[in-house]
């Protein structure tokens, strides 16, 4: 049984930089699509970015485009997110996921697997 567990996520000022890491256990993420979601107090859980199984396509929603990056290691089994010049209105809870495909879309009803998720506070 696959397993997430998410790390890398604290308090930063605006402008800051934060990488989240995902590393998975009990399976290779070699055939997994993974996205990075967030979910905000009162409000609804977002796709923020998300990669193919092999890494060759990505997807970023367009409050992050420019600001944030995703990639894999599958040697490490592990995804990265970094996010750079962080504003306020990233503050969420952010979570990785994964679906047995190589491409799917970034949206949360298509991911089977989660992790507990990481608190990132954007604040001065």
């Known amino acids: 049984q696959l397993q997430l567990e998410e790390s890398g996520g604290g308090l930063v000022q605006p402008g800051g930089s934060l990488r989240l890491s995902c590393a998975a256990s009990g399976s290779t993420l070699d055939y997994y699509a993974i996205g990075w979601f967030r979910q905000a107090p009162g409000k609804e859980r977002e796709g923020v970015s998300c990669?193919?199984?092999?890494?060759?396509?990505?997807n970023y929603a367009d409050s992050v485009k420019g600001r944030f990056t995703i990639s894999r290691d599958n040697a490490k089994n592990t995804v990265y997110l970094q996010m750079n010049s962080l504003k306020p209105e990233d503050t969420a809870v952010y979570y990785c996921?994964?679906?047995?495909?190589?491409?799917?879309?970034?949206?949360?009803?298509?991911?089977?697997?989660w992790g507990q998720g990481t608190q990132v506070t954007v604040s001065s």
């Open positions: 990669i193919s199984s092999s890494g060759g396509s990505t």
């Open positions: 996921a994964a679906v047995s495909l190589d491409w799917t879309a970034c949206t949360s009803d298509e991911y089977d697997y």
